[in-house]
């Protein structure tokens, strides 16, 4: 007799009773391709398999327990009531649930291991497959879809589809098994015991059809019912400012009905099923004693039968109720594991040509050569835009929102290739250099600053694990981040929690520019890195990275003019065009567009 | 806990109906073994056909009754158990709109949303799983070794021993298994953390080519996970074995005691057999109860936390008797001396001392004519400290503002610009000192009509799912179009709703998703504008803005204000006692010397304190901190 032992739930964080019956009622999400998705994963687990085939031997074996105990049990009572000796029927029995407790302790401690190395392996490839993908395809896909790639879909994958091939293989051998042994026994009464197994899956049938539904709209009120509270609940200081409280409450007050609706019915549904087919159990095994009861009163059939069947028939309707229910994970999880194979399928960053160069000691020469671009072909950003920055020069980007300096800058790293025309760093096609070290030559400061959950000293040393503390100390200091540094609990040791909530825009700001600094590459580019530093700060940071390029190239997207009048050329962007070009001085002079932005900046 | 059933007690009628269901439907349930051993002991035993229909014919309506019972159960546990969740949904959502800002930020709104979302669930499926399930445990264990013991008395130390031996092992497992599940969940939120902060950084890590560092950051945490996991998992495979073990031998022992036993009760035997199993079934969902409990009632409460916080003015309320009928106006110049009485020490800063003498020109030259009237606002000594901070946020800080004037505030990144606005809508209340809004102080003020007429446009700009009318709608929800698209014109929007495919009706996101940061910005103005406030507060609001749009805005605005009180926007009926003078007052933030050099008044800040009070001429002269400031801005320009 076999009891389901508590399983662990991992996302609720608490032990919990293992099977199909929880999960009736979630979404089913059917593969495209079910076959080939199949035969993917089992090339892509290749290797990492091994004890898998044991474990469903051993799933095979275990089945054996629940299909012989019964009879052995039947066994035992006839010899009970026939005064016969019960010593054999006993060992054999006792021998029997030993050897259940062995394969099932064997098959779960194994399992354990396999399950978890498969998840890792998938896990970690499809990490990797990740990291070579262009951003292109990061633009493309909403950050907390990824991340339930890397975490729920693979978790699924592998549990599921090992958990349920495991679970069929004993369930199939299971079912076969108790019918081989039921008709051994007596076919009419396994008759009888069938019919409370239709019964139970009509009624399974009826239920899923009808609550699926209630479901995905429970899920659905669920999902605007927590947008309204994120969305009140983040933007409260507006929400207080305008007096809104009693209106978002009433909204609010509307939804929690619909959902308390909607979420009564389907728990309503969904609930009718346990005991509708206990039930419906309870009337077989009715049937099943009254029958059987009948029988051996007619002496058509011993006692010992008569308690066989009524353990069968117990256990047996649950098997096929499940193997719906597991057919359904199954499926979600195959299709999760196709959404991971297209992300592996993505076309990855191009790889490096086979001649390529590194980039060494590099002038810092760049030339845009007729280059046209736009993130989706149909609409480009750069417009055949040719510029010479010559090796040294101090370079400014300037322009209104979305004219396309983002974009040059972009390019330049080789975060995405042109659609047309080429960039040459010191007279070579960018293509042609090895992208790592590419890469390497220039230290970047984007606009978002990206901080890691780590010390303020290793977020620094990011770019150069192999940092002294004297160097990091040295790049806070160029940066002017070393005084606030200074001011948190455990200075460079602070841990970051959160991508630096704790800090405000500007000192994130101040870090990552640190970082660059440490990186000291041989071409600097500041992409609005000091738009949320006061101007005073802004000015000593200037200073510092003055010094920091001196002989060096660099290129600065700002959108306040004042931080840049003393470079050595100012490109003037609009829409994806080159309108003007030449020193603060020569266009000054020439009062075109820049002169006007600069009469707008200074003076209203 | 406590909070659950307080909610429970509040549908005990309900809950109490479902339990005495489940009451009747376990009952059955346990029944039917018994029933069974009938049929088998006094039918089958007896070859006697007709015992065995008439018990029969008993248990299938025990069994109808049962089932007639579990529906009826089913729909008083579901709908019970729906409405608890509805009503602790709704009182927690109710509170936090009523909760001060010291605590939304103490809570963080993240933290808050989720114990909406996800705790208010966990308590929920909690009084769920009560009613449907977890009532049953017990009452079928009691139930089923009670007549295990009717049915073979002979056997009660055996089936003691048994279920003793059971019940321990699955209190080991539990003991043993919890910290491994508790190490299983932290490895998780560091995976999650780790991919998260990749997703986010993705340019950085292409731009440091780091790939390779992040590949064994990654590669560790879900290597740390898998170890977790098989260690907590090889915990429930040691233990669910042997505890299945432990009770199959117990059937072992059972029989054979029971070889001497008189053929006439072999359905007794059986039905000790199956009770067995139920009892070891009850047992299981007892370690699943205690489980769930747990987790419920540490989501019980984190909402209880919520509860405790005070309402946003029942904490503040004490502290306003020493302000009330304080003379609701001193000309700033009177105020000098009272300050001094009130603080002994003299100032010293640097920066202090070009307050004094800014002081008065400032006032008197800016609108000499409004000497008379009641400021618009007024901050008088205000001294303020973030509820967690060490240092305070604000320090001494006084001013006064002219009703329809424009105030520039400037000071470098952190050094108390936002909190010095939030202060005047009453978002936060000060240690010290006393914020005057028209003469009057703020705690005497209704809230609501003080808010009324404030409108404070963030930095970071929110938006409300609905369409672009409704969003502006905000600011008065009987704005009639004309006024909406007046206020959209007048914040530079008009020129891209005009553009949109539905103009004003078009759809806004979740947070304004669909729009970019500029638009958000200019939306989040109109917004303020159609509400027709009498002070405008704009925090560096227009960051995302180009130059050219920023200055038309700007302009627009400037258009509002002093005498110009015709051009406004149609304004609600807000009056007051002073309703007959309704010029906007503009307070603006700002890091750029450029938006604030024209202001009427422009106050200098500095960690937290005013460097300096003036006109952008009188501030060059005088504070060193603009200076350094305009020197950094339009440095070539004016030497």
Known sequence: ?604 | MRLIFHYVRRHWAMALTAAGFLLVETIGDLLQPTLMSMIVDRGVVRRDVGTVLRWGAVMLAVAAIGAGAAAMRNIYASRASQLIGRDIRSDTYRKVMSLGFDDVDRLQPSAIITRITNDVVQIQNFAQGLMRIMLKAPITCVGAIALIVVQIPEQTSTVAVILALAALLIWANMHVSFPRFLAVQRALDRLGVVSREFLRSIRVVKAFVMEHEERARFGAASRQFADTNVAATRVNATYGPLINLSVNMGIVAMLWLSRAQDAAHIGALMASMNYMTQVLFALNRVSMIVNSATRASASASRIQEIFDCPDEFARRGGTTGDHRGVPSRESGCEMTPHEQTRRPMPRESVHESSHGPSCDPSQGMSRPSSHDETPAVEFRDVTFTYEQAGAPALRDVSFTMDRGSTLGVIGPTGSGKSTLVSLIPRLYDPQSGAVFVDGRDLRDWDVDDLRARIALVAQKPTLFTGTVASNLRWGDPSASDTTIQRAARLACASEFVDTLPDGYDARVGQGGVNLSGGQKQRLNLARALVRGPRVLILDDCTSALDAVTEHDVLANLRSLTGAANTSSPRRNGHDGHDGHDDRMSVVVISQRIATVRSCDLIVVMDDGRVAGIGTHDELLQSCALYQAIAKSQLGGDRS
């Open chain 1, 1 to 604: 007799m076999n009891v389901p032992s508590p399983t662990f739930d991992r996302r609720t964080g608490g032990p919990q009773f293992g099977g199909g019956m929880a999960r009736r009622g979630a979404p089913v999400v059917k593969p495209h391709d079910m076959r080939g998705t199949l035969r993917r994963l089992l090339d892509a687990t290749r290797g990492h398999r091994r004890g898998l085939g044991r474990v469903f031997a051993l799933s095979g074996l275990g089945a054996a327990s629940s299909v012989l105990s019964p009879l052995l049990i039947g066994m035992v009572i006839d010899r009970i009531s026939a005064r016969e000796s019960l010593t054999f029927a006993l060992a054999l029995l006792a021998g029997l649930y030993a050897a259940d407790w062995l394969i099932d302790f064997g098959k779960q401690w194994m399992m354990a291991a396999v399950g978890q190395r498969i998840v890792l392996h998938l896990r970690v490839s499809l990490f990797e497959a990740m990291e070579r993908l262009p951003l292109r395809f990061f633009d493309r896909h909403q950050h907390g879809e990824l991340m339930s790639r890397l975490t729920n879909d693979v978790d699924n994958i592998s549990s599921t589809i090992s958990d349920s091939l495991a679970q069929l293989m004993v369930y199939a051998f299971t079912i076969v098994g108790t019918l081989a042994c039921m008709l051994w026994l007596s076919p009419p009464l396994t008759a009888v015991s069938l019919v409370s197994v239709a019964l139970v899956l009509l009624l399974a049938r009826t239920v899923t059809r009808r609550t699926r539904p209630l479901f995905a709209r429970q899920q659905r009120v669920l999902g605007e019912l927590d947008g309204h509270v994120e969305e009140t609940v983040s933007g409260m200081a507006t929400v207080k400012s305008y007096g809104q409280e009693q209106a978002m409450i009433a909204d609010f007050e509307r939804l929690n009905e619909r959902l308390c609706d909607t979420a009564t019915r389907a728990q309503t549904w969904s609930g009718f099923m346990m005991p509708l087919s206990n039930a419906i159990n309870n009337f077989g095994f009715l049937l099943v004693a009254v029958v059987s009861g009948v029988m051996a009163a007619r002496g058509m059939i011993g006692i010992g039968v008569v308690s066989s069947f009524l353990l069968y028939v117990r256990q047996f309707s649950r098997p096929f109720v499940d193997i719906a229910n597991i057919y359904n994970t199954f499926q979600t999880a195959v299709a999760g594991a196709e959404r991971m194979f297209q992300i592996i399928d993505e076309e990855p960053e191009p790889a490096d040509a086979p001649d390529a160069a590194d980039v060494d000691d590099p002038h810092g020469d760049i030339v845009f050569d007729h280059v046209s671009f736009g993130y989706d072909p149909e609409h480009p950003v750069i417009h055949d835009v040719s510029l010479t920055i010559p090796a040294g020069s101090r370079v400014a980007f300037v322009g209104q929102t979305g004219s396309g300096k983002t974009t040059m800058v972009n390019l330049v790293t080789r975060f995405y290739d042109p659609d047309a025309g080429r960039i040459l760093l010191d007279g070579r096609d960018l293509r042609d250099y090895r992208m790592a070290s590419l890469r390497h030559a220039f230290g970047s400061v984007l606009q978002e600053p990206s901080l890691f959950e780590d010390t303020v000293a290793a977020n620094i040393a990011f770019g150069r694990p192999d940092a002294t503390r004297e160097q990091i100390r040295d790049a806070a200091r160029a940066a002017g981040a070393d005084a606030f540094i200074g001011r948190l609990e455990h200075g460079y040791d602070t841990v970051l929690v959160g991508g630096g909530s704790a800090l405000s825009q500007g000192e994130r700001q101040l870090l990552t520019i640190a970082r660059a600094m440490l990186a000291d590459a041989p071409i600097v580019i500041l992409d609005e890195a000091t738009s949320a530093v006061d101007t005073v700060t802004e000015q000593s940071i200037r200073r510092a990275m003055m010094r920091m390029t001196a002989g060096r190239t660099s290129i600065v997207i700002a959108h306040r003019l004042s931080t840049i009048r003393d470079s050595d050329l100012i490109v003037v962007f609009e829409h994806g065009r080159i309108v003007e070009q030449g020193t603060h001085g020569s266009l000054m002079a020439a009062g075109g567009v820049y002169a006007r932005m600069v009469a707008d900046q200074t003076a209203i």
